[in-house]
């Protein structure tokens, strides 16, 4: 990483400890929460290094989303029914997109958080919020999880800010349908995203550019590290170099790793540690956010290890028995107990001594 940066800090807020999803839903598993309290069990929150997410206004909100649509989120999450035409229109309380107590403050948090994340990135540090990443949501409608679009806020508030290079990077296994479309047809924007071919929301084509600035890299089943190494050097890093951004937004989907129960990549945690680090030092503003990602054990070492990669910590060969205790309490509906690894209970790292260039 760069030396050039101030010190990293990790945005966050209590709300994510809050129930959400209701039952039988794949993000209803601890995620942000998880990555917290494991960086804390490690002692990787110092004095300073944690900022709390403010909640983003309706003012706010409508930079982007419609005034019908934040007023239906927020009347639904309030009264906790939502009426079936607004079901249709808005795509609230469905089985994708459920609605929860609260579910308006977590957004809305979430977004507020995207935004800090942004304005800190100006001043020079590298801001990671692991509970932004949901790229799926529309201006008027909640999509793939996703209530309000918190990656198009940071990119918004980097814009206004003055940067005139602006890269957007996504490592989530689903291709970034909404971001992409968001900025198509601003010239100081590039999306660059990679991810699985034939998943959901069946969008981002090899062939798609947008109005140019749009490069989609599509991978098969099963692409593994030296598939993500390869495209690094030759593709990401690359068209990097010669935008050459002012800033970048970085999103880090933990259903990019291998035993993700909804894709099938294989990519090791190691691996996207390295390539995130070598990602955010093309520019001298940097947000990375999180994303999808549905095996609680996986995720949480995944973006834990992501934050130590960030803010300069050495990754340790096995974890202190506060931490181990922290994993061993996760369950997930979609993963049964005996499919439950050793090594997701006592390390972080997937593959042990993992270097770049020298990929398992």
Request: charged fraction near 20%; hydrophobic fraction near 40%.
């Amino acid at each position: 990483m760069s030396a050039k940066r101030l010190a990293p800090v990790f945005v966050g807020h209590e709300i994510y400890r809050q129930p959400a999803y209701g039952r039988n839903h794949p993000l209803a598993i601890p995620r942000v929460e998880t990555v917290v309290d494991l960086c804390r069990a490690l002692g990787w929150l110092g004095e300073g290094e944690y900022r709390q997410s403010p909640r983003a206004s309706e003012a706010q909100l409508a930079r982007f989303h419609t005034p019908e649509y934040i007023a239906a989120l927020r009347d639904a999450s309030r009264s906790g029914r939502v009426e079936l035409d607004a079901r249709r229109r808005f795509g609230i309380g469905t089985m994708e997109n459920p609605l929860f107590p609260g579910v308006f403050e977590r957004a809305s948090t979430a977004v507020g958080g995207s935004i800090r994340a942004a304005e800190l990135a100006m001043e020079g540090r590298i801001a990671f919020h692991p509970a932004g990443g949901t790229h799926h949501g529309r201006p008027d409608r909640a999509s793939g999880f996703c209530y309000l679009n918190d990656p198009v806020f940071a990119l918004l508030t980097l814009l206004d800010a003055g940067v005139e290079q602006l890269l957007y990077v996504d490592l989530d296994a689903h291709h970034c349908d909404a971001v992409q479309d968001a900025f198509e047809a601003d010239a100081r924007v590039w999306t660059v995203s990679l991810h699985e071919r034939g998943r959901w929301p069946y969008t981002g084509d090899a062939t798609d550019t947008g109005c140019g600035r749009a490069l989609n890299l599509t991978v098969p089943a099963g692409f593994d590290n030296s598939g993500l190494e390869r495209l690094l050097e030759g593709t990401i890093l690359a068209l990097g170099a010669r935008v050459a951004p002012q800033a970048l937004v970085l999103v880090c989907g933990a259903d990019a790793l291998a035993d993700d129960p909804l894709s099938s990549m294989a990519l090791s945690n190691a691996a996207l540690w390295s390539a995130a680090g070598r990602i955010v030092d093309l520019a001298p503003a940097a947000v990375v956010l999180g994303g999808g990602g549905y095996n609680p054990w996986t995720l949480a070492r995944y973006w834990t290890g992501l934050w130590g990669t960030l803010s300069g910590r050495e990754i340790p060969d096995s974890l202190p028995k506060r931490a181990r205790r922290i994993l061993s309490s996760l369950r997930c509906d979609l993963i049964d107990d005996e499919d439950v690894r050793p090594a997701w209970l006592d390390t972080l790292a997937d593959v042990r001594h993992w270097e770049p260039h020298a990929l398992a």
